[in-house]
């Protein structure tokens, strides 16, 4: 088994609106894959087929090499967090995990490591109609490693967390990683995710736009080169100069922005030499997830 | 299943709902079980629907039994309550995704839900029959009812069968309950129509044609727990009764494994 989940054509139709179609993509073992997409676009369907919560329309699947029709089979080695956290309001949180330890037949002793793994040992014992967002998101992470699990399936976790608990998230999910567990993690943070995301699996109303690794979709992104000559004047001559030579170029706030790789900027600076223009400021961007994502997606 | 039914009784154990669970039911069996010796001397009704239970009725062997039995129909409309709500919530709260991550096996889930809730069911009527009996002890001398013939052998074989009887009519309506749960996906949804269709609709009913009592769930649940009556017999009524059950226990069974959980 080399995959932590692989779908071949997947697919759900409610009614006349479908929902995913023919989606297929696979996620190596051992590795941290985001899962992104508008909203609407697939993402929590996907993953309720990937456990066994809704039947798939058609095509086939498998989580940790056994077949989706057999969830019994694998989700004793999945943890998972879909839609965000859903717990009984009148139990405390401690009391909540205990339920699902008692469900899963798992060890009561793991729900106070567990608690203070997330860091909410000091509110284990209140009420999880007390707890803020950001808790009870906690609290339904704390619920996905009960298992202690091979593959973590996790949508949205870290709605409602302010930025340190976002660091905390995405250190936890690292520390996860690194210890050999799969992530499949679906979010709409994507700077989040381009830190922690070796694959990708990108959406777009119900069908894969794009799925591998994170590092070739960036690298398959057309780079800027962002050139700043030392007058305002010759803003427009450098313009001209580099879509002679099949760059083109506009100007935006003071600067000349060249849809060319990061290698052309010694021609540019030379081409701009001989042209008696000196360049004060000369710089390469890749375009980060989000322009990607949204360049990919029309958003 | 028993892990399922382990983590149920977690929930169903929770101070609010118990405490204020055992408390109803102790409070109806204390009231129903004082009208009936209190008034047993008035000539007027101290039964079900008027109904004149006199002294020498209850000095009889029935008289252990009387008070137990006469709150079960409320017991029943406890069973619905808990059990709908117990189950719908499963939906409300979103929480049915995180028991079928955690056990894939819809039918095990139902079962172990099943399970907890007869257990509670029985501790429903185990609470109703001992606040029935010493109350009913209590109150014999002051409605000049002897209790001689209540500790005979034949008097605690009738105790062992009303016990049956009662938790079987408590966990027909739980189950009545927990099959609306299933059906309406809503705690409210589910309690409310039960209540109403138990409690007002059957009544009324059974009241305006006599004849539909002897096919109408809520009333041969009923029949059963009080051991049949003059006018249904206790076999008939077991017979519809475990007929309704098992039909729309079958048709929500096939629903919960069948819907795809999309909440």
């Not at chain 1, 056994?66 to 717990?87: C, D, K, N, Q």
């Not at chain 1, 793991?110 to 609290?139: A, C, D, F, N």
């Not at chain 2, 500790?151 to 966990?171: E, H, P, Y």
Request: hydrophobic share 45%; aromatic share 8%.
């Amino acid at each position: 088994m080399t995959t932590a989940i692989s779908v071949k054509d997947l697919s759900k139709i409610y009614g006349e609106r479908s929902a995913l179609s023919h989606a297929s993509f696979e996620v190596p073992l051992g590795t941290v894959c985001g899962f992104v997409g508008p909203n609407g676009s697939g993402k929590t369907t996907t993953i309720r087929m990937l456990l066994g919560l809704i039947t798939p329309t058609g095509g086939t699947g498998t989580v940790l090499g056994e077949s989706i029709t057999h969830p019994e089979r694998y989700l004793p080695s999945v943890g998972a967090m879909i839609e965000g956290p859903a717990f009984y309001p009148a139990l405390s949180g401690a009391e909540n995990l205990r339920v699902l330890a008692s469900l899963g037949g798992f060890s009561q002793e793991r729900v106070h490591s567990l608690l203070e793994k997330v860091g909410l040992s000091e509110r284990g014992k209140s009420k999880y109609k007390t707890y803020s967002l950001g808790m009870k998101q906690r609290l339904g992470i704390a619920a996905a490693l009960l298992p202690n699990p091979k593959l973590l399936v996790l949508d949205e976790p870290t709605n409602g967390l302010d930025p340190s608990g976002i660091q905390e998230i995405r250190n936890l999910i690292k520390e996860l990683a690194s210890d050999g567990t799969s992530v499949f993690v679906s979010s709409h943070l994507l700077s989040e995710l381009e830190q922690i995301a070796e694959f990708l699996v990108m959406l777009r109303e119900g069908e894969v736009l794009f799925s591998g690794r994170t590092q070739d979709l960036l690298a398959a992104q057309i780079a800027t080169l962002i050139a700043k000559p030392e007058f305002s004047v010759d803003l427009n001559k450098l313009v001209e100069i580099t879509t002679r030579h099949g760059h083109p170029a506009t100007v935006e706030g003071g600067a000349v922005h060249i849809v060319a790789d990061a290698e052309w900027g010694a021609t540019l600076n030379r081409l701009a030499f001989n042209a008696g223009i000196t360049l004060s400021e000369l710089s390469a961007t890749q375009p980060t997830l989000e322009e990607t994502f949204f360049e990919m997606t029309g958003e | 299943m028993f892990n399922v039914a382990k983590a149920e009784l977690r929930k169903l154990r929770r101070p609010t709902l118990l405490i204020s669970t055992i408390l109803v039911v102790a409070a109806l069996t204390a009231l129903f079980t004082s009208i009936v010796f209190l008034r047993a001397n008035s000539g007027n009704g101290n039964g079900q629907r008027g109904e004149i239970i006199s002294p020498a009725t209850l000095s009889a062997a029935t008289g252990l039994v009387y008070g137990f039995k006469i709150v079960s129909f409320f017991l029943g409309i406890t069973a619905l309550c808990v059990f709908a709500s117990q189950t719908a919530q499963e939906y409300s709260l979103g929480t049915l995704r995180n028991l079928l991550v955690r056990q894939p096996s819809r039918m095990k889930i139902l079962a172990g839900k099943y399970l907890s809730m007869i257990i509670f069911a029985i501790a429903l009527v185990l609470i109703d029959a001992m606040v029935a009996i010493a109350i009913s002890y209590f109150l014999a001398p002051h409605a000049k009812v002897t209790t001689s013939a209540w500790f005979t052998a034949s008097a605690l074989a009738l105790l062992g069968k009303t016990f049956a009887n009662v938790l079987f009519g408590t966990i027909a309506f739980g189950t009545f309950g927990m099959i609306l749960g299933l059906l309406f996906r809503s705690p409210i949804s589910s309690i409310a129509t039960g209540v109403i269709w138990s409690l007002i609709l059957e009544n009324i009913l059974a009241g305006v044609v006599s004849s539909t009592q002897k096919w109408l769930p809520g009333q041969n649940f009923d029949n059963v727990s009080q051991g049949g009556s003059l006018t249904v017999s206790y076999h008939w009524s077991f017979m519809i009764a475990a007929a309704y059950l098992i039909v729309g226990f079958s048709i929500a069974a096939v629903l919960f494994k069948r819907r795809d959980v999309a909440n």
